[in-house]
């Protein structure tokens, strides 16, 4: 073996002198001057920025509402309070997230029950949330994972046959579309999207949930802002124009309008980057299509998936390496894969809980044999044409 193909790991030349992240955010000048401005403006919160960034993220999801948080976080508890969730209530979701899809049920009181996945699509598998319903289940939230929609109609479906309340988790599916409809304008009742820097766009920290419900609107919004309303059509007993009411136990949930000024000024350029996104993807499939000892993403048919992640399906028949040493192999070559996710309820907390290994075999097999490779709009052709190379070398040592 040439010196150049010799591996990283194993002491050759690096394919890159740097560390290419595996996402991050893109800020320009435009979105510099929006925040100065903010800054230099009467309000750096509770002000008018906010109201015009829900208002522009109704219009580019196709929601009636938007409600901002100062996290997808903090906007995902909200969804579950406003829905009812409560003591004693299950909730249907997948393992294969980011911990706090689960939390969120948590932080309401409720009890999360993990489906397991589609084997294809690493999305959650309505057949098997079928078999998870009891009488106890009062919400599903599906993921949209790596940006491809869940199979909505199927849980749609569920859901009206059982009286379910659908929170979509679509902190990866920012611009993505199911049937030829934005998510986020869909039938579920509430739709969250987060801003994190390696999310679509970005407000630092950030979230919001889009929804066509006036009433679930109004308890989003009291449930930022402490659980207080000022709106006398809402309160028990109406005074003098100072007058509010603190109805519900709610939060200081509050984006900033200096974050909101730079949501906005991101939001432009959404369509952009989303264009990036799904070029790189273009890119990376037509390099590992026919690559020995992985698999491509698979996209539905009905799906317009909007590129947060790209995973790579290691075979485990064609290598002589685990996802570890394929991890660090590529690490080594300054490439910063990552795993998402390890099944959420084989986290202490949850195994504390009193979940157990092999509730979810699929989700649990699979996730052994996925690898995240770098994807954000910032990147440049030559940034992935160095993911190719490093992927190409690395497959070419491994290979059975
Ligand atoms: C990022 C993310 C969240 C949480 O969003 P934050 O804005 O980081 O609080 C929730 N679910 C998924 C699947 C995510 O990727």
Same mark, same amino acid.
């Given at each position: 073996?040439?010196?150049?193909?010799?591996?990283?790991?194993?002491?050759?030349?690096?394919?890159? !002198?740097?560390?290419?992240?595996?996402?991050?955010?893109?800020?320009?000048?435009? =979105?510099?001057?929006? &925040?100065?401005?903010?800054?230099?403006?009467?309000?750096?919160?509770?002000?008018?920025?906010?109201?015009?960034?829900?208002?522009?993220?109704?219009?580019?999801?196709?929601?009636?509402?938007?409600?901002?948080?100062?996290?997808?976080?903090?906007?995902?508890?909200?969804? @579950?309070?406003?829905?009812?969730?409560?003591?004693?209530?299950? &909730?249907?979701?997948?393992?294969?997230?980011?911990?706090?899809?689960?939390? @969120?049920?948590? #932080?309401?009181?409720?009890?999360?029950?993990?489906?397991?996945? =589609?084997?294809?699509?690493?999305?959650? =598998?309505?057949?098997?949330?079928?078999?998870?319903?009891?009488?106890?289940?009062?919400?599903?939230?599906?993921?949209? #994972?790596?940006?491809?929609?869940?199979?909505?109609?199927?849980?749609?479906?569920?859901?009206?046959?059982?009286?379910?309340?659908?929170?979509?988790?679509?902190?990866?599916?920012?611009?993505?579309? #199911?049937?030829?409809?934005?998510?986020?304008?869909?039938?579920?009742?509430?739709?969250?999207?987060?801003?994190?820097?390696?999310?679509?766009?970005?407000?630092?920290?950030?979230?919001?949930?889009?929804? =066509?419900?006036?009433?679930? #609107?109004?308890?989003?919004?009291?449930?930022?802002?402490?659980?207080?309303?000022?709106?006398?059509?809402?309160?028990?007993?109406?005074?003098?124009?100072?007058?509010?009411?603190?109805?519900?136990?709610?939060?200081?949930? !509050?984006?900033?309008?200096?974050?909101?000024?730079?949501?906005?000024?991101?939001?432009?350029?959404?369509?952009?980057?989303?264009?990036?996104?799904?070029?790189?993807?273009?890119?990376?499939?037509?390099?590992?299509?026919?690559?020995?000892?992985?698999?491509?993403?698979?996209?539905?048919?009905? @799906?317009?998936?909007?590129?947060?992640?790209? &995973?790579?399906?290691?075979?485990?028949?064609?290598?002589?390496?685990?996802?570890?040493?394929?991890?660090?192999?590529? !690490?080594?070559?300054?490439?910063?894969?990552?795993?998402?996710?390890?099944?959420?309820?084989?986290?202490?907390?949850?195994?504390?809980?009193?979940?157990?290994?092999?509730? @979810?075999?699929?989700?649990?097999?699979?996730?052994?044999?996925?690898?995240?490779?770098?994807?954000?709009?910032?990147?440049?052709? !030559?940034?992935?044409?160095?993911?190719?190379?490093?992927?190409?070398?690395?497959?070419?040592?491994?290979?059975?």
């Amino acid at each position: 073996m040439s010196h150049k193909s010799q591996l990283a790991s194993l002491g050759g030349k690096p394919v890159r !002198r740097t560390l290419l992240p595996y996402g991050r955010q893109w800020i320009g000048l435009d =979105d510099i001057r929006a &925040v100065v401005v903010t800054l230099l403006s009467d309000f750096v919160t509770t002000g008018p920025a906010v109201d015009r960034f829900e208002h522009e993220l109704a219009r580019y999801t196709g929601a009636q509402y938007a409600v901002a948080f100062s996290s997808g976080t903090a906007a995902l508890h909200a969804a @579950c309070v406003a829905a009812g969730i409560g003591e004693g209530d299950e &909730v249907i979701t997948t393992p294969i997230t980011f911990a706090a899809t689960a939390n @969120c049920i948590r #932080y309401a009181g409720g009890t999360p029950v993990f489906a397991d996945i =589609d084997e294809r699509t690493y999305n959650i =598998d309505p057949d098997s949330v079928k078999r998870l319903i009891t009488n106890r289940t009062k919400a599903l939230i599906p993921v949209h #994972y790596t940006g491809q929609p869940a199979d909505m109609q199927a849980i749609m479906q569920l859901a009206k046959e059982n009286g379910l309340i659908v929170i979509e988790d679509a902190a990866h599916a920012f611009g993505a579309s #199911y049937m030829g409809r934005r998510i986020g304008s869909g039938s579920a009742s509430m739709t969250m999207f987060s801003f994190h820097p390696v999310k679509h766009i970005t407000t630092g920290e950030g979230g919001v949930i889009t929804t =066509d419900d006036p009433e679930l #609107y109004e308890k989003l919004k009291e449930f930022r802002v402490h659980g207080i309303t000022r709106n006398p059509s809402r309160m028990e007993r109406p005074q003098g124009e100072w007058y509010y009411e603190m109805q519900s136990l709610g939060f200081n949930y !509050r984006l900033t309008d200096v974050q909101a000024a730079l949501g906005a000024s991101q939001l432009k350029k959404a369509e952009r980057f989303l264009r990036l996104r799904r070029r790189y993807r273009q890119m990376y499939d037509e390099a590992f299509m026919h690559a020995k000892g992985v698999t491509i993403p698979y996209e539905s048919p009905e @799906c317009e998936s909007s590129w947060h992640l790209y &995973v790579l399906r290691l075979n485990r028949t064609e290598l002589r390496a685990g996802r570890e040493e394929i991890y660090h192999a590529l !690490r080594a070559e300054n490439i910063a894969v990552n795993v998402h996710y390890v099944p959420v309820y084989l986290h202490p907390y949850y195994r504390d809980l009193g979940y157990r290994q092999g509730l @979810c075999p699929i989700a649990e097999r699979v996730h052994e044999d996925m690898i995240t490779l770098p994807l954000f709009p910032r990147m440049t052709r !030559r940034d992935v044409n160095d993911v190719i190379t490093a992927v190409h070398k690395v497959l070419a040592y491994y290979s059975a």
